[in-house]
């Protein structure tokens, strides 16, 4: 029946009716109630679904009665009874209606035997006599007509009640029988007959009523119990402990029950065998899943309509599923609630996966993360939730701005470089007598520039060591014994800026001192030494001897301008030149701003300008900063090292107008200032910091010489990519 197989059923059911005397019918029908299964007139098709306590019993999973009807195929008056059939998973698929012969039960109903002077009465819920004993067929399928008895009943319950229709009285008893499935007995007497032996006879035959009509309960019972509903708790207690993670439950041979159980356990035997292999894979393809994503920056998660987790993996350290299940993913480290509601909408309207980047601190820190939701449907379209991913690309931003920036200064020094080599070529045609000069003077001017330029692509245009500088340029004019060139001094770098100055101003003292000074005897040399000043500026000596006469050198010409030019204009230094007997003597001073030279444990440290790249860890607790900043990245990394080291943000300014207004406003300690803000210089807002006395730091990606007006050249300046440590040490030194 479970199965609403038509043969099988019918089958079944011509076994069990040949042992019911009363029994006339037995039947089931499906959901619809159509009848698939019939004792009698089989291949007709016959709808039960007008028969009211059949659907019942399937809608209220209860026994239900028809009370008195006559049957559809019989014309007979019967009493019928309605159960459902339960499937494996607890679905309702049918009901099975049984069908009784009335005068068959008012037979049985008499074999009890009741006292004389009283009645036994069995009527339905519209108070017709189904049955009565003494046997009368004229009452039977006629209702009772005694009002008192009529209003008890509907009344409900069980009781007794008087009527004075009758002559002397009539006394009756009444009782529901089955439950609430509408059916009652009776016992009806005179009043003059009733006695204590009456009232024993009537519990006794209420008794036997009760064990009669229960058979038809019991019958729809057993069909279920024993033929149905066994061998399925059976195999419903197998997937119950399937489902509890017995992979391993199987339904066996499942003796003693019939062909097509027989069946449905070889069915779930093969069902579990899939399973099992089935779920073998899933967990090997999980364990995959999940080595994939162990240790790598992707987030991977599930979440309701209201954006709260109910699923997460790998999320970003420190972190836990056990923290973020049932948090809206905007409340986790201070998400952009706004976003993240028009990016549900977006899925809802489009019902495709949305992305976009956001931002999330997580462990005090900011991320960047690249996240992508699709939505997920039930079967209806209607719209259950989002799947994410999110992929922390903090990294990948910060390089990409540091790529932009060395790509910006790769920019301007190519366009620096050019515009060097073409004021040499012009400057060179104007000064050479001859073609062979012009060539000689554009080539050695333009090596000293290239081996400049190697030194400081070694070292990633970080910084030249001035000792190699020196070496560099010189080494093609010492002799083997290496006594005609000489140098002497500390060890110490110079920034890109002064390497390139100092070896063109090198190159031409050189080149004039092979035509006219020191290096054109075999008696002459060079000697150039250099050391600090107590201002910190480096001095650097270049003293020739040996030489010819001087007043072979008698013109100044575009070396002599270079050497008394590059350095004073190019990093705001001096230049002595003179010509002595023997060769010339130049003094040059570099600024201590293009100089890095050791410190007391003799490692190298960078100059005032550059203070705190290399420093130890300082504290700014209280201290107010202004910034002004308009890069997302590095204000985000600039506002943790400000709070981690104990200060406080204002601002930020990412805009000309918002930091000019800040800072002629808000109350600050100091000033963190980028000198271009998307195109627009901040030296007004400088101005007038100076007008409130506020101290600030410039910062920039260019080369502080050129990109800052002289009038702040004496600021301090943080060059990008700046460390927090550098930035929280300036800071410290400007508010002491």
Same mark, same amino acid.
């Given at each position: ?11 079944? !059911? ?8 009363? =029994? ?47 049957? /559809? ?15 494996? %998973?607890?679905?309702?698929? &049918? ?40 046997? @009368?067929?004229?009452? !039977? ?56 032996? *009456? ?11 009760? #064990? ?16 149905? /509903? ?100 905007? @409340? ?18 489009? /019902? ?53 920036? #060395? ?10 470089? #050019? ?31 290239? /081996? ?21 340029? #010189? ?11 000489? =140098?002497? &001094? ?88 003179? !010509? ?30 550059? *203070? ?7 504290? !700014? ?7 002004? %900043? ?47 803000? @998307? ?21 920039? &990606? ?35």
């Amino acid at each position: 029946m479970q199965a609403l197989d038509t043969t099988g059923c019918e089958d079944a !059911i011509d076994a069990y009716t040949a042992h019911s005397v009363a =029994l006339t019918q037995l039947l089931a029908v499906d959901m619809t109630g159509r009848v698939f299964c019939n004792q009698l007139n089989r291949g007709q098709s016959v709808d039960l679904s007008d028969r009211d306590y059949v659907m019942r019993s399937m809608s209220e999973r209860r026994l239900t009665t028809s009370g008195y009807i006559l049957g /559809r195929q019989t014309q007979e008056p019967i009493l019928s009874f309605a159960y459902p059939i339960i499937g494996p %998973e607890n679905e309702v698929r &049918g009901a099975v209606i049984v069908a009784y012969d009335v005068l068959k039960v008012g037979l049985e109903l008499a074999a009890g035997r009741p006292p004389e002077n009283q009645a036994l009465l069995l009527v339905d819920a519209n108070l017709v006599r189904v049955a009565r004993v003494p046997s @009368d067929p004229a009452l !039977i399928g006629r209702p009772v007509d005694r009002e008192a008895l009529r209003g008890a009943i509907a009344a409900g319950g069980s009781g007794s009640v008087i009527s004075d229709e009758d002559a002397g009285g009539q006394f009756d008893a009444y009782a529901p029988v089955l439950g609430g499935t509408g059916l009652y007995a009776v016992v009806s007497t005179s009043e003059d007959a009733i006695t204590g032996a *009456a009232e024993r006879l009537f519990w006794r035959n209420m008794i036997a009523v009760l #064990l009669v009509f229960g058979t038809a309960g019991v019958a729809a019972l057993v069909i279920g119990n024993v033929s149905i /509903r066994l061998p399925v708790l059976h195999l419903t207690r197998l997937t119950e402990a399937m489902a509890e993670g017995d992979l391993g439950a199987r339904a066996g041979e499942m003796r003693g029950s019939s062909p097509e159980h027989k069946r449905l356990g070889r069915s779930f035997n093969r069902m579990a065998e899939v399973v099992e292999q089935r779920t073998h894979q899933l967990r090997e393809s999980e364990s995959r899943f999940r080595l994939a994503l162990s240790g790598s920056p992707i987030f991977v998660f599930e979440c309701d309509r209201d954006l709260r987790l109910t699923w997460c993996f790998n999320p970003p350290p420190p972190l836990s599923r056990d923290s973020l299940i049932g948090t809206a993913i905007p @409340d986790i480290g201070g998400g952009d609630a706004a976003r993240y509601r028009s990016l549900y909408r977006r899925a809802v309207a489009t /019902r495709r996966s949305v992305g976009d980047e956001v931002v999330h601190h997580v462990a005090g820190r900011a991320r960047v993360f690249d996240l992508t939701l699709e939505p997920r449907f039930d079967d209806e379209g209607r719209m259950q939730g989002l799947s994410g991913v999110a992929v922390d690309v903090t990294e990948r931003k910060r390089a990409e701005e540091q790529l932009r920036l #060395l790509a910006a200064e790769i920019d301007h020094r190519a366009k620096n470089i #050019l515009a060097v080599v073409l004021s040499i070529i012009r400057q060179s045609a104007a000064n050479a007598r001859t073609v062979p000069d012009f060539l000689s003077a554009i080539d050695g001017r333009v090596a000293a520039m290239a /081996r400049a330029h190697s030194l400081l692509s070694q070292s990633r245009w970080q910084s030249v060591e001035l000792r190699r500088l020196l070496e560099e340029e #010189l080494a093609a004019y010492r002799r083997a014994e290496r006594s005609n060139v000489l =140098l002497n &001094g500390p060890e110490c770098m110079l920034t890109p800026k002064a390497a390139l100055a100092l070896s063109l101003t090198v190159h031409e003292l050189a080149t004039n001192a092979v035509k006219y000074g020191g290096l054109s005897s075999q008696s002459g040399g060079v000697h150039v030494s250099w050391a600090f000043e107590v201002n910190g500026d480096l001095v650097v000596e270049w003293s020739e001897h040996g030489g010819p006469p001087t007043s072979e050198v008698n013109r100044r010409g575009f070396g002599q301008k270079l050497i008394a030019r590059s350095l004073a204009m190019d990093l705001d230094g001096s230049v002595e030149h003179d !010509i002595r007997p023997g060769g010339a003597y130049c003094r040059m001073v570099v600024p201590t701003s293009h100089v890095i030279r050791p410190n007391e444990k003799g490692e190298l440290e960078p100059s005032m300008s550059e *203070a705190g790249l290399q420093s130890e860890e300082a504290s !700014i607790e209280g201290v107010r900063v202004l910034v002004v %900043e308009d890069s997302a990245l590095i204000l985000m990394e600039v506002e943790m090292a400000i709070e981690d080291a104990g200060g406080l943000v204002v601002g930020p300014a990412t805009r000309l107008a918002q930091a000019s207004e800040l800072a002629a406003s808000a109350e600050f300690d100091v000033a963190l200032l980028d000198v271009n803000l @998307d195109g627009e210089l901040t030296y007004a807002v400088a101005d007038t910091l100076a007008r409130r006395s506020k101290p600030f730091v410039l910062a920039t &990606g260019y080369d502080p010489q050129t990109s800052i007006v002289a009038e702040y050249r004496d600021r301090p300046v943080l060059r990008k990519p700046y460390t927090s440590e550098g930035l929280v040490r300036a800071i410290k030194e400007m508010v002491g």
